[in-house]
């Protein structure tokens, strides 16, 4: 599943489809041109978002220079702490005012990220009131935590990347130091760019959180591998190296048991 391959095959499908709906429609020429106009405009969707990241490392780059600024009058003791400040504060220090304790203030916030950085659990969402849900996708119980243990019944989460495959799971909790086997299912908590470079050997991919268009489920969607997510608390009860059926187009995880090493090596193959 090289990137260029699966580009390649992607485009040649596109094509094909348009045709087809093309000939259905009786505008072959209509659906043909707005299918080559859409495909080739479609990546300036992407302008805004970098737009605002690039004015958001300008902004990052200026604020370092003035935290060094402030750290050399000894009001903070890194450049990096002026990140830590609220709005109120920076316009405090901008206009040359005095802020009491602020070196007290970063201690106690740096203390707080470290406790929030030691959670094993990150909510689904937070309601406006506060309230947080942990909980996956809607299902039957299969996939909550409250459901059974040992419960034999599959886990079911939201489907976001069609197709059924059949392999290994690998836990993943730090791409970085984690090395995955070709064809091995990605099982982690969430994504984001870094992890990218994992799709290319994964056959499938489980997460705990995400939605429709969440990181993983786009990338699983372009490199062509099945994809379950929501599925709550999906890195403790999977385990590196069971052999499990993903269901990208229903939503089910189910763990497959009792079989020799030969039925094994042939559902995989």
């Not at 405009?41 to 604020?63: H, N, S």
């Not at 984690?178 to 982690?188: A, F, M, Q, S, V």
Request: contains cysteine; hydrophobic residues 40%; proline residues 5%.
């Amino acid at each position: 599943r090289a990137p260029d391959r699966v580009i390649r095959a992607g485009e040649v499908a596109a094509m094909e489809a348009a045709e087809r709906l093309g000939k259905e429609l009786g505008r072959p020429r209509l659906v043909s041109f707005l299918a080559r106009r859409v495909r080739s405009i479609a990546g300036i969707r992407e302008l805004p978002k970098f737009t605002m990241i690039r004015v958001l490392g300008i902004l990052r780059v200026r604020m370092l220079r003035e935290g060094e600024k402030l750290a050399d009058a000894g009001i903070i003791d890194d450049p990096r702490d002026l990140f830590l400040l609220y709005d109120d504060e920076l316009k405090s220090l901008a206009g040359g005012g005095e802020l009491e304790d602020c070196k007290k203030l970063v201690r106690e916030r740096k203390a707080a990220m470290a406790r929030e950085g030691e959670r094993t659990r990150i909510p689904r969402v937070i309601a406006s009131d506060g309230f947080a849900f942990y909980g996956g996708a809607p299902s039957d119980g299969g996939g909550r935590a409250d459901a059974k243990e040992g419960a034999d019944a599959p886990l079911r989460g939201e489907p976001v990347s069609p197709g059924t495959y059949i392999g290994r799971i690998r836990v993943v909790r730090d791409p970085s130091e984690t090395r995955l086997n070709h064809g091995e299912i990605l099982c982690c908590h969430g994504t984001d760019p870094s992890w990218t470079p994992l799709f290319l050997s994964s056959g499938a991919l489980v997460m705990e959180v995400g939605g429709l268009m969440t990181h993983g489920s786009v990338v699983a969607r372009e490199y062509g591998i099945p994809a379950v997510v929501g599925l709550e608390k999906v890195t403790e009860r999977l385990t590196t190296g069971q052999l499990v059926r993903v269901d990208g187009s229903s939503g089910v995880v189910e763990v497959i048991d009792d079989l020799d090493e030969k039925e094994t090596q042939n559902l995989i193959q």
